[in-house]
């Protein structure tokens, strides 16, 4: 890592991902600016590891950015996401694409832009998307869920485009089966651990995490563009993944 990197924003820091992410960074020395809607979480959060607590819907990116004016923010990680729902294509309904457009692609664009200016002047800073296999690969009832983390890799890309000769680093982190609360409203019933998890050997969230740390501990020349993490058990396409049993 960098030894100039001082200060982290993680964005969907109240669960899953986000929440391992924090407290890893933090371990690092830097100090972490926790962007959540869930106070409660915001606060353990502080109180255990101490992050500083930025109560705000990622959506809300004006908000966000007032929260943090005049902070240099280094490490931008863009964690937060949304699966609303698994229907197919037909069957969403028409404001669950806005949200998982708005929350998985539009937020994550505008607090780039929010905070990259100062990390281009300064020539200092680490961009980090948590992207998705459903935006590298088809999965049925992913219509929309699918485009948006899709238009977050090739967003990714122009990026590292546009950063050449700016020592901006650009990773993409792209996860398969991690267990989250990332399915909770898309199964219905309260069946997505059933579905999705019993039986089965997920990626646990504390292994992304450390993923973003080895991505972040490289020396500053190296950028780790892009890097899929799956189960063992999980096809990298179509979504396949078997049921794990003992020998």
């Not at 979480?41 to 908000?63: F, H, I, S």
């Not at 998985?104 to 020539?123: E, I, Q, S, Y």
């Not at 238009?151 to 982190?173: A, K, M, P, Q, Y």
């Amino acid at each position: 890592m960098s030894d100039a990197y001082r200060l982290a924003v993680v964005t969907g820091a109240t669960s899953g991902i986000g929440k391992a992410i924090v407290p890893m960074l933090r371990r690092r020395g830097l100090a972490v600016h926790a962007v959540g809607r869930n106070e409660a979480v915001l606060a353990e959060l502080a109180e255990n590891c101490g992050a500083v607590p930025v109560v705000a819907d990622v959506r809300d990116t004006a908000r966000i950015a007032d929260a943090l004016a005049g902070v240099e923010v280094d490490i931008l990680v863009n964690n937060a996401g949304i699966l609303s729902t698994r229907a197919a294509f037909q069957d969403i309904d028409p404001a669950e694409i806005d949200a998982m457009i708005d929350v998985n692609l539009k937020a994550p664009m505008h607090l780039t832009r929010a905070f990259l200016p100062g990390m281009v002047a300064r020539k200092r800073g680490h961009l980090i998307y948590i992207g998705s296999s459903g935006g590298q690969a088809p999965y049925p009832g992913m219509g929309a869920y699918g485009p948006s983390k899709a238009g977050l890799s090739l967003f990714c890309d122009n990026l590292r485009c546009d950063l050449l000769g700016t020592s901006v680093r650009v990773s993409e982190i792209v996860p398969g089966r991690v267990q989250t609360a990332l399915y909770r409203t898309s199964i219905p019933g309260n069946q997505a651990a059933a579905v999705l998890y019993d039986g089965y050997r997920p990626i646990q969230p504390e292994n992304i995490a450390q993923v973003v740390n080895d991505v972040i501990a490289l020396p500053v020349h190296v950028d780790v563009a892009r890097v899929e993490v799956f189960p063992t058990d999980q096809a990298t396409g179509g979504g396949t993944m078997v049921k794990f049993e003992a020998p």
